[in-house]
């Protein structure tokens, strides 16, 4: 009985252990690499280099390798485009927890033909788009978007260029927890783009546009999302405003406008609009203007806004009757204010018309009118310094 106990039990080990082996030696859940000779393109995966699809179209074969992953569906996984051109003649989609990648500025993707969105997040979790160089076709139908997310979550778009587009990068359809950091956004009607953001519940979980480097185009950034984060962002040489807040809860801080053509370069449309430690200059309007109630403006420095013929208001505290009656509570704290020597002369530093706002401690250099002028009701301002600039 002995023997045969000891029979089996070996017989058992040598059963588990051929069970381990086959997992061992199994085929693993591999991604994909899309590349191109020039005529075809072709998708090999990424550890036995196994050519598994080929298609003479670039989004054909893009979107094949998206949706045939292995682990599609659990683990998602990993696209990378090589080197090369590819042009897309469709829109390519990405889905919950894929990693669409290239090799950077020298993965080039554009517009072929008739279509509205080259590459689009939908519906998804956990997706990122990154390093890759996606431009509008040349002599093609413009495309309204360049990269979008909709109806997506905890999602990003990183280390992009994105050029020539309607809108850059857009975030709609209430994509919520967002991440859009250090992209490239060139000569896009609308560079960046948040159209809204988070439905009933994820409208208060913040979106994050973070150190991105914006030139060109009309809009740098236009956010029409609450508890929006638009952080150390530069903007150059853009036509219209340099970042558009729409709507309530927004910070802008850290940011770097330059060259700014529109009418302000920051505008705030929305309650509890907060802007700190931005860079602001040369501007051929103002430097920032609000039109709601509550907001922070600390120590940012504004220089070189306006022209002879239109003088500048540097931060202007707006009231807008058609809304929710007189902007109120806001604090204008150590900003530094001054055009220079050879340029034109602000009209106003500081303007106001709200109820119960703060301006204390700023340095404004020499204006035609008034370094400050509060015709606001309980408006308290104080220590503040004319500077000569």
Request: glycine fraction near 12%.
């Amino acid at each position: 009985m002995k023997n045969r106990s000891k029979k089996n039990l070996l017989l058992i080990c040598l059963l588990l252990l051929a069970s381990v082996q086959n997992v061992l030696l199994a085929s693993p859940e591999q991604n994909y690499i899309v590349y191109t000779d020039g005529t075809q393109y072709a998708v090999k995966t990424d550890i036995t280099g196994r050519v598994v699809f080929s298609s003479i179209d670039a989004a054909t074969s893009i979107q094949w390798a998206i949706d045939n992953l292995p682990a599609m569906g659990i683990n998602g996984g990993e696209v990378l485009i090589e080197e090369g051109n590819y042009p897309l003649t469709n829109c390519v989609t990405v889905k919950d927890n894929v990693w669409l990648h290239g090799k950077g500025a020298s993965t080039k993707l554009h517009t072929q033909g008739q279509v509205m969105e080259a590459i689009i997040i939908q519906d998804a979790s956990m997706a990122v788009v990154s390093d890759l160089f996606l431009y509008q076709g040349k002599n093609e139908i413009k495309a309204t978007k360049g990269i979008s997310l909709e109806r997506s979550v905890n999602c990003q778009v990183l280390n992009t260029e994105v050029s020539g587009f309607t809108h850059g990068i857009s975030n709609y359809g209430e994509s919520s927890l967002t991440l859009i950091n250090n992209n490239r956004a060139n000569d896009n009607q609308t560079n960046i783009e948040i159209a809204n953001g988070g439905g009933v519940i994820g409208r208060w979980m913040p979106l994050l546009v973070t150190e991105n480097h914006i030139r060109g185009g009309g809009v740098g950034i236009d956010c029409n999302a609450m508890v929006a984060h638009i952080m150390d962002n530069t903007i150059a040489g853009v036509s219209g405003r340099g970042i558009y807040a729409r709507t309530n809860s927004i910070v802008l801080s850290g940011n770097k406008l330059t060259d700014i053509g529109g009418d302000y370069a920051i505008y705030g449309n929305g309650a509890e609009f907060n802007c700190t430690y931005n860079i602001i200059s040369n501007v051929k309007g103002g430097g920032i203007r609000t039109r709601d109630r509550w907001g922070n403006f600390t120590e940012n420095h504004i220089t070189n806004c306006g022209t002879v013929e239109k003088p500048a208001i540097a931060i202007h505290l707006e009231t807008d009757d058609q809304r929710e009656g007189p902007g109120e509570s806001k604090v204008v704290f150590r900003n530094t204010i001054f055009n220079e020597e050879g340029q034109a002369m602000l009209e106003y530093g500081v303007k106001e018309d709200g109820f119960r706002d703060i301006i204390a401690e700023n340095k404004i250099g020499k204006c035609l009118k008034e370094t400050v002028l509060a015709e606001g009701e309980n408006t308290i301002v104080i220590g503040n310094n004319e500077v000569d600039k």
